[in-house]
């Protein structure tokens, strides 16, 4: 596990993602996670909704089931979810600017809520499905995150995650001058590999139902991000003002380390399928795992 010289928590992640709100929205817009691309002509729009499509095609979502959208962001995945598959989704997240976005947006049957995942107070096996994008990657407690899923989850229950992954037995300048000061500047208290994660999920209950790397598949997100943003910085006052001034203005620093990280692959990303027992014992979930660069 990839530990950051200085501890992250909720609050400073809170903190990144209330601050640097006008950032996110400007440069990425309401999806505050990868795009996906399949054939290339994708606009990053278009590659944003592959990706939720994506994490609902692997749940294999029916209309009428109870979803929750673990560290949700502006709240677009699960309007985008419950639109197209019928379902209905409670969201979570730490920043009060996002779940003010999202109130401005409402869609019905989608609920979003400022409040820590470790902390949801959901009733036990009170959800059909869950999902968290690249959100694993800002909890404090990667083992609970994992067992909090599992206890809110009924037996047959999909959980997917859409992750950033550290390379297996990444070292030297790779930790050093990639992934732990990606750590740092993107407030995240740690990142895992693979197998870390594939043992939480195990040690929580979870069957390992699919896995694939889509690290070339969303990779070209961030060159998109740092010319966007190099454009907002001459044009707009504010976004300079953010830049220069912000607490969490460090975080610019992580583009290009994020290019590096995906095009040496010190950074993988991955996209998990874990399926939690039926009440008989049996596992219930996609079958095909798949593996790709």
């Not at 590659?47 to 499509?53: C, I, Q, Y």
């Not at 609970?144 to 997917?160: C, E, I, K, M, N």
């Not at 910085?233 to 976004?239: A, G, Q, S």
Request: hydrophobic fraction near 40%.
């Amino acid at each position: 596990m990839i530990v950051p010289d200085i501890s992250q928590d909720a609050v400073a992640v809170a903190d990144h993602y209330d601050e640097l709100d006008p950032i996110y929205r400007r440069v990425w817009g309401e999806h505050v996670h990868h795009g996906l691309w399949g054939t290339g002509r994708e606009t990053p729009g278009e590659a944003v909704e592959a990706l939720v499509d994506t994490v609902g095609d692997r749940l294999g979502l029916k209309p009428g089931q109870a979803c929750v959208d673990i560290g949700c962001g502006y709240g677009s995945t699960a309007r985008r979810l419950a639109v197209t598959r019928g379902v209905s989704v409670t969201g979570f997240t730490l920043s009060g600017e996002q779940s003010h976005y999202a109130a401005a947006h409402p869609v019905p049957g989608v609920d979003i809520q400022v409040r820590d995942w470790l902390d949801n107070g959901l009733p036990d096996a009170s959800a059909d499905a869950a999902w968290a994008i690249e959100s694993s990657e800002h909890m404090v407690d990667k083992p609970r995150f994992f067992a909090a899923a599992h206890r809110v989850l009924a037996p047959g229950g999909r959980f997917v995650i859409c992750v950033w992954l550290a390379e297996t037995d990444a070292g030297g300048w790779k930790v050093r001058h990639l992934l732990e000061p990606i750590c740092r500047e993107g407030r995240l208290p740690s990142m895992g590999t693979r197998e870390e994660y594939e043992a939480m999920a195990m040690a929580a209950g979870f069957e390992i139902s699919g896995y694939e790397d889509v690290s070339r598949r969303v990779a070209r997100t961030w060159p998109i991000c740092a010319r966007r943003l190099v454009k907002a910085l001459f044009v707009d006052p504010e976004m300079r003002r953010l830049a220069l001034r912000a607490r969490n203005r460090v975080f610019v620093l992580s583009i290009p380390r994020l290019i590096l990280a995906y095009r040496t692959g010190a950074m993988r990303y991955g996209i998990f399928t874990l399926t939690k027992a039926g009440e008989d014992g049996t596992q219930i979930g996609p079958n095909a795992s798949a593996e790709a660069d």
